[in-house]
């Protein structure tokens, strides 16, 4: 049922997007934070996914994300990830593209101190006011 | 000149705004600002520490309204991570409870929105009809709500088979009384008036905004994870999706009341079709990987992912519930309408009822002019109006 | 008897303050109101403003952005005010005890007169609870 959108990604992007089906509802796709808004723009504008969440996690490669787009009209969800270095998490926000990503990110950016470039609000979202300002509940750093 | 009005709630006037700040210009909304976090508790750092059986009992509590779906999504990413389904006997009773779930629900809302408009009867009412299946809720599994009965492969207890032929006869006056409330809103002209047109979402917005549930089905979004991704028994069923298209309070209320009856009708069927055998498969094992989990709660989607180590823990767990999304949405309703339709408007999304406490508003200084109880008020005042004018 | 005691066991107004609560606990004190428990009958009353309440109803597991909310709630409310912990989260915490954003439980904060448990307790366990408290008033 994802067949499509997989044949779609490959033939934009080639292997700028590497591609795992864990079953066939379920498929990952991992590329790098240059090719990030790009991908993330396609399945929204062209595939018309809908950004369902979007899961942040400091592992020890880094700081992952994963944004969850759900694929309604096919019945699958089609998740998109990429790393970013640490200390200082950056990447672009898909706000001005979507909207919906825009409580999202704020929450990435309140537990994992990721900078989203260009979100038009990025203020934390649901941490308490008197926690300093570079305190991320999630991040892993000593 | 525009003024900041707080809308506060059953709540104590404070100094700092709460959940939701209103820009107004004489009794025109501006602009909404929405501050989130009393209830955050931090589950998904909780959810590390739980085995995969009590992170099922944890995520009901994320919101007592749909604790069956989120405790039910997160069965179905363990089970997608484990490669592992429950037994076809589960599939069933789990929709059953799901779609018990989605009926107090969405009564429950049909109670809290007669109570914002001023319309008290109808809240008595929708709460009264909304006990007995609370009462086959806590037969069939124990609770109230917090059922403690979704588990991975499966459900905890079985249900004996005398509890069925009462449930029908429930779900049936349950139907008359929906039916009755139905007349009811759409023959009255002040409901009408208080709801046909006011607070629009387009369509475009509401994809925009990633909006889900019946926030979405009343804006013409034809989305239902039920339909789209099948899961417990709703393939197996005959019922329909529910959409429509005007995006004002009306549709999305007429969505919420129609829903009601299509629950009842799945709730029916898979009593009639209810298959014999095993209630749960068990899980020895969930390998290293990831999983989704994601389901039709009565607000939208719950949407669960977890990512797994080969131990019986979650290695991290991302909880989303529906009315995270839908918030968002209030921003373009709320904008031109009137500050007495400010509550009301809120309420459309469903939020928990919590959230409906959280409004105020606030003035340039800093002060706040009114709040939640006050809005209500006003709210009230209109429908006073509107009954004398109609 | 003195004229409080009297006047508390004539009826007693509720004030009910979400402290970071999930809902269920709220939801069964609406409950309470409608027509299957109808706890109106025995005069005890929700009021809309803290101002006016005998009786403060707090569910919840206080979070870190609840404390001073519930603190000024408490100090508005006129004296004397029972204070109910509701739920297994008003009591001690609940589940959430070990979260990295508890604050609570409601009785750090302020004193609490009686404790209803459960997730959620029933109506009957909280209407049990005010009669409970009438007579110790």
Known sequence: MSKQVIENLRSTFGDRVDISEHNERRVYVTVSNEDWIPVTRHMYEVEKGRLCTATGSDRSTGIELLYHFGMDQHGTVVNIRTTLDKPFPKIESLTKYYPAADFIEREIFDFLGVEFTGHPDPRKILSSHDRPADFHAMRRDE | ?390 | MGATSWGFKKSLWVFHLNAGACNNCDIEVLDCLCPKFDVERFGIKLVGSVKHADVLLVSGSVPRKVVPELIEAYEQAPKPCAVVALGACGCTGGIFKDGYNFAGPVDKHIPVDAYVPGCPPRPEAIIGAIVKLIGTL
């Open chain 2, 1 to 390: 000149m525009s003024t900041t009005i707080p809308i506060g709630p059953f709540h104590p006037v404070l100094e700092e705004p709460e959940y939701i700040t209103l820009q107004v210009d004489g009794e025109t909304v501006l602009s909404a600002d929405i501050d989130l976090g009393r209830i955050h508790r931090g589950m998904e750092l909780l959810a590390q520490e739980k085995t995969f059986d009590q992170d099922c009992f944890l995520v009901e509590r994320i919101c007592g309204i749909c604790s069956a779906s989120h405790s039910w999504a997160t069965a179905l990413a363990i089970e997608d991570a484990a490669g592992v389904g429950p037994t076809p006997r589960a599939r069933y009773l789990r929709t059953i409870v799901h779609e018990l779930e989605r009926l107090h629900s969405h009564m429950l809302w049909v109670g809290l929105a007669g109570h914002i408009i001023g319309y008290w009867t109808v809240y008595m009412w929708g709460w009264k009809y909304r006990e007995p299946v609370l009462d086959a809720l806590e037969a069939i599994t124990g609770n109230r709500n917090n059922y403690a009965w979704y588990c991975p492969g499966g459900v905890r207890r079985d249900v004996p088979d005398e509890l069925w032929p009462e449930i029908m006869k429930q779900m049936d006056e349950f139907a008359d009384n929906t039916n009755m409330l139905i007349g009811a809103v759409l023959d009255d002209p002040v409901i009408l008036g208080r709801l046909k047109g006011v607070g629009i979402l387009t369509k475009e917005d509401a994809i925009a905004y990633g909006t889900l549930g019946p926030t979405a089905r009343g804006s013409g979004v034809d989305i239902d994870l039920r339909r789209d991704e099948p899961y417990g028994a709703y393939a197996e069923c005959d019922w329909d999706v529910i959409v429509q298209p005007d995006g004002d309070l009306l549709a999305v209320s007429v969505v919420r009341l129609l829903e009601m009856l299509e629950s009842v009708k799945i709730i029916k069927q898979c009593i009639q079709n209810l298959p014999g055998g095993e209630i749960r498969n068990e899980i020895r094992e969930v390998p290293r990987g990831e999983g989704i989990g994601h389901v039709e709660a009565p607000r939208g989607e719950s949407f669960h992912y977890i990512r797994t180590n080969g131990t019986n823990m979650p290695e991290r767990h991302k909880m989303r519930a529906p009315t995270f999304l839908n918030i968002p949405s209030y921003r373009p309703r709320v904008k031109g309408e009137t500050i007495s339709d400010a509550t009301v408007i809120f309420a459309i999304i469903d939020p928990c009822y919590s959230c409906t406490e959280r409004m105020a508003a606030i003035d340039p200084t800093g002060k706040r002019i009114a709040n939640g109880h006050d809005l209500i008020k006003l709210s009230h005042q209109k429908t006073e109006w509107l009954k004398k004018n109609i």
